[in-house]
């Protein structure tokens, strides 16, 4: 009965992750199984590194396992493009022609949610505009990404930082994670000024 309960233990944990169905968790967990000793513990042992070493960059709330990342280390920061989720910067840093910094807000404002402004990292975006020349909110181009970009122009329209706002090039309720290299890189050359 105890294995079956790891093995059911385990499964659970695979359909736990973005896009596993059940089928699938159970086809995982049958390949860790079937693992060698060394690759299990290998595998075991990523995972936990990984929690143990990854944190949010002091600067743009990326993913790093450092104080600060590797993109605020090495870029310009007098453009900081604004986008929900590190996924974005993903998918942006795919395109390979940007060359600013990066805030990430970790949410949108929801208000049914129970998610506003002190919910996400917009105080932190407030701090860093000293030196800024402008920018770019990258949100997803659905109502509460919409929603969430006019409230943090207007919060920075007295600190008179160009804002802009990424194009409509994506169609609305397009996710800027999932959009293409080609689309993604229009609207951002495309992005208006928010006045
Ligand atoms: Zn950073």
Do not use: Q, W
């Not at 910094?101 to 701090?127: A, F, T, W």
């Amino acid at each position: 009965m105890r294995e079956i309960d790891s093995v059911a233990k385990l499964t659970g944990y695979f359909s736990s992750l973005p896009g596993v169905g059940r089928k699938t968790a159970a086809r995982y967990a049958y390949a860790v199984i079937n693992m060698s000793a060394d690759d299990a513990a290998g595998f075991a042992a990523a995972i936990l590194e990984v929690k143990e070493k990854i944190g949010l960059c002091r600067v743009c709330g990326n993913f790093t396992d450092a104080d600060e990342c590797e993109i605020c280390r090495r870029r310009d920061h007098s453009v900081i493009l604004v986008v929900k989720e590190p996924k974005d910067v993903a998918a942006i840093e795919k395109i390979g022609d940007y060359t600013g910094v990066y805030h990430i807000l970790h949410g949108v404002l929801d208000p049914s949610n129970n998610v506003g402004p002190n919910e996400i990292r917009i105080s932190g975006l407030l701090r860093r505009l000293d030196g800024a020349k402008e920018v770019i909110i990258a949100t997803n181009p659905d109502l509460l990404g919409e929603a969430t970009a006019m409230y943090i122009a207007k919060l920075i329209k007295p600190f008179g930082v160009k804002t802009s706002r990424i194009a409509h090039g994506l169609p609305v309720g397009a996710e800027i994670e999932y959009a293409d290299a080609m689309t993604l890189s229009r609207a951002i050359s495309d992005r208006k000024e928010i006045l």
